[in-house]
């Protein structure tokens, strides 16, 4: 059964202060590792796709990263209009097309 | 590019009644599209899983005759509550994966907070 796990569960920063984000999973075969932010009461926003051990992406702030085990999103100088939580999500490449996402991580910058 | 809509926003009803949610792709065909439910505080909930032309695949313990999904087009899909209670109160979310090099990226639609009186 894939799995994914995300760490901590809420994070509070001041601003300016880096910061990663974890994201561990256990799957069959990787498709595909997503990045997500969602602020409150809204959908979730996509972020970053990440298809391969070693690869990166980066927008802004944010930097994502991947091993075969973990992704980590690295936040860089947070400002407090990063505040939101982050979710992670496998694309498994057998099995079910369903994807599987964590709890995510509540981000919380301070000015 | 990858929009998804959702009507209404925001939807108050009475206990009793059904109520309808409109999922759209609007720069994108959806082949596939899912539906969630998500509490205050707690992450997506996995209703059900909906293919253009054919019946939806509801998760264990989604009941699929007080949720009905409908995917009529590659750029539309509903959701209607029936026999709404209030404990169907909650806000949910469509979101959309389709054709082209990212087949596996799932874009969000913002979301429909329902609340049965």
């Known amino acids: 059964e894939d799995q994914v796990t995300q760490s901590p569960e809420a994070l509070r920063l001041q601003e300016g202060e880096s910061s990663s984000l974890n994201c561990s999973y256990t799957?069959?075969?990787?498709?595909?590792l997503f990045w997500y932010r969602q602020d409150p009461g809204k959908g979730p926003e996509f972020l970053f796709t990440?298809?391969?051990a070693g690869e990166e992406k980066e927008k802004e702030r944010l930097k994502a990263t991947l091993t075969k085990k973990e992704s980590f999103l690295h936040i860089t100088a947070p400002k407090p209009e990063d505040s939101a939580t982050y979710l992670c999500?496998?694309?498994?490449?057998?099995?079910?097309?369903?994807?599987?996402f964590g709890r995510g991580t509540s981000l919380i910058v301070h000015p | 590019g990858a929009v998804v809509s959702q009507h209404p926003s925001r939807v108050i009803c009475k206990s009793g009644t059904s109520v309808k949610i409109e999922c759209r792709s609007l720069?994108?065909?959806?082949?596939?599209m899912f539906w969630y439910r998500q509490f205050p505080k707690q992450s997506l909930m996995l209703m059900a899983t909906?293919?253009?032309?054919?019946?939806?695949?509801?998760e264990q313990g989604v009941e699929k005759d007080k949720f009905l999904i409908n995917h009529a087009s590659l750029t539309l899909s509903t959701l209607t509550v029936t026999s709404a209670h209030p404990e169907d109160s909650s806000f949910y979310i469509c979101?959309?994966?389709?054709?082209?090099?990212?087949?596996?990226?799932?874009?969000f639609g913002p979301g429909t907070r329902l609340t049965v009186t």
């Open positions: 979101s959309a994966r389709g054709v082209g090099a990212s087949i596996y990226e799932q874009y």
């Open positions: 799957v069959s075969g990787l498709r595909g």
């Open positions: 990440l298809y391969s």
């Open positions: 999500a496998v694309q498994a490449s057998g099995g079910s097309y369903i994807p599987t």
């Open positions: 720069d994108f065909q959806a082949t596939t």
């Open positions: 909906s293919n253009e032309g054919s019946k939806a695949t509801y």
